[in-house]
Every structure is written in C-alpha cells, then in structure tokens.
C-alpha cells in the first residue's frame, strides 16, 4: 500500500505517459454523505489487449525496461480492496485506458489523499506536452483545472513557465 492516494495517482499518471497518452483525466470525488472516494484515472494512450489488463494486475509483471516488477495498478487495487472499496480497469487497444477505484473514506486502513496541489503542479510542470483535465469534487465543492484551456490562453508560453507555475499554485489554493 502506498502512504497516499496522490502517490497513487502520480504512479497511474506515469504509466499513461509512457503509454503515449496525450490527454489524461484525473477525477476525485469525496462524498461524506455516501461515506465514499472514488478516483477515475483515463487517458488516450495506446490501449492495452486482454492479455496485458489481465498481466498488469500481476505485480511481478512490468513493460518498464529495468524493472522487475509493476506495483502500481496491483497496489491500487488492492487499497482499494482493503479500504472495501472495488476497482475496475478498461482499456481499448488504441483508444486508451481508464482506472476507476472506490475507497470507504471512514476505514481506518484508507490512506490519507494526500497534497493533491502539489500532485497537479508535479503532474502539469513535468508533462509540458500533456493535457490534463482535473476535477476534485469534495461534497458540494467542485474544482476543474483543464490544461487545454489554459494553454490556449497562454498563447505560446510554456505551461511550466515559472510564473504561470506561480498563476497555477494561486488558483488551486484559492479553489480548492
């Protein structure tokens, strides 16, 4: 298990990049109301065939060069066993993949979320030439943050510029 659920999302998020995904959504719900978190992660990446969906949940298994083992998916999933939650994996050959999990938020094996500001800056800077989509829901509070729409406003500026670094840590600490 990792000590955070953004560890886990950073973790996923890497593994759409190497997958060539050009789009990545990140969604995190968190519902006191129905005592549940959910994470859905979906990019446009190559895609995975029945084979490889059914060998990621294996974490002796990797396509990483160098490594030996993939714990990523297989320690997602079973957080979100653990916290008795669910998880479910689609993926379409050429069309992407998208991970979704369920955690109970009182279970007392439920990691903490984590410092999700600072997950969207490292995923954002780090990934100049990705898109990203996130929307944090917490209740009845609501935060997007769409990278598209911001590139197309920065006309040209690169989005790991370090005062459009300084405008993004504004806005996710005044909407989040």
Do not use: W
């Not at 886990?8 to 890497?14: L, S």
């Not at 005592?35 to 990019?43: A, S, V």
């Not at 957080?79 to 689609?90: P, Q």
């Amino acid at each position: 298990m990792m000590d955070e659920i953004a560890s886990h999302i950073i973790d996923i998020v890497a593994n759409s990049v190497s997958a060539k995904a050009t789009h990545i959504s990140v969604d995190i719900t968190q519902n006191t109301e129905k005592n549940l978190l959910t994470l859905r992660i979906k990019d446009n990446g190559v895609g995975m065939d029945e084979t490889t969906k059914q060998k990621v949940l294996d974490p002796f298994y990797t396509t990483k060069k160098g490594k030996k083992v993939g714990l990523g998916i297989p320690l997602l999933k079973g957080t979100a066993e653990t916290t008795n939650g669910t998880f479910c994996l689609s993926s379409i050959t050429g069309q992407g993949t998208e991970i979704f999990a369920t955690f109970d938020l009182s279970h007392p094996d439920l990691p903490p979320l984590g410092n999700i500001r600072d997950t969207i800056l490292v995923l954002v800077v780090g990934n100049p030439d990705t898109d990203f989509c996130f929307c944090i829901k917490a209740d009845a509070k609501e935060f997007t943050l769409d990278t598209k729409e911001i590139k197309n406003l920065l006309d040209g500026v690169p989005i790991n510029h370090p005062e459009v670094i300084t405008f993004l840590t504004k806005c996710i600490d005044e909407n989040m």
